[in-house]
């Protein structure tokens, strides 16, 4: 913690005893309404080392993630990003309608983490942590895009054809290619969906873009998505320097 928030020694020793002290962590993990995950390296159980940890909560149908950390020598790896995303389509799979984040003010490192997904700073609250009062930013989807990623995923996809449960698109070219509904990156303005050239989803195609209906869709060397007809884009999954952030 020391190596991404303008907090004293003391503040982040109590928040460490509050939040995540064995007592604590060990309610989160048992509890019905948390999601909480690490990541480790070692190839065995004497080796093993926890090097990262994301904390994640549903209340209702909104899902928040409260808090993701990495350790200073395992930044750079895309285990900030991995960490982000898996959370957070577990939170989905729970239930959350939306999901947001949550990050306190004094993360100095944490913030630009969340344009990454799409993610706007839309408030600010007082909040109590570890008997202290800290402002906390909240992190959630713009409406517009929200709302076009859940017509993409749940709705009618522009230049689609659906017919027997297999939703097809057409190239340029005049190639018929299958949209798997099921397999989907985040976007900017709407999901990316996974494209194949046959029905059985065995040999890939590339994307399509679920706000335009392009095919045309590119990927750059750090695995950045972007729709050159409507500016639609996803993050990259490699490391940079935004995964030695956290919440």
Not at 96 to 104: D, F, I
Not at 122 to 148: F, K, R, T
Request: charged share 30%; net charge negative; hydrophobic share 30%.
């Amino acid at each position: 913690m020391t190596a991404s928030y303008q907090l004293s020694p003391q503040q982040i020793e109590d928040i460490v005893d509050s939040e995540f002290g064995e007592g604590a962590v060990t309610a989160k993990a048992d509890g019905d309404a948390a999601v909480v995950r690490v990541a480790e390296t070692g190839e065995d159980l004497e080796t093993e080392t926890v090097v990262a940890y994301v904390e994640g909560a549903l209340d209702g149908d909104r899902g928040e993630l409260t808090w993701l950390f990495v350790d200073p020598e395992h930044r750079g790896k895309g285990i900030g990003t991995e960490l982000f995303e898996s959370t957070r389509e577990a939170l989905r799979e729970a239930g959350a309608s939306e999901v947001a984040a949550t990050s306190l003010k004094a993360n100095t490192e944490g913030h630009q983490f969340f344009e990454r997904f799409g993610l706007e700073h839309v408030d600010n609250h007082e909040v109590e942590v570890a008997d202290q009062s800290l402002v906390q930013y909240v992190y959630a989807d713009s409406s517009a895009g929200a709302a076009a990623e859940q017509s993409g995923a749940d709705g009618e996809l522009p230049g689609t054809e659906t017919r027997d449960g297999a939703t097809t698109a057409t190239t340029e070219g005049g190639e018929r290619v299958y949209v798997a509904r099921d397999e989907r990156e985040s976007g900017t303005e709407a999901p990316f969906f996974v494209t194949y050239v046959d029905e059985e989803h065995a040999e890939r195609f590339g994307y399509y873009c679920a706000n335009c209906g392009s095919l045309d869709v590119s990927m750059d060397d750090t695995d950045r998505l972007e729709c050159p007809d409507c500016a639609n884009s996803h993050a990259q999954r490699s490391g940079d320097s935004y995964d030695d952030s956290y919440l």
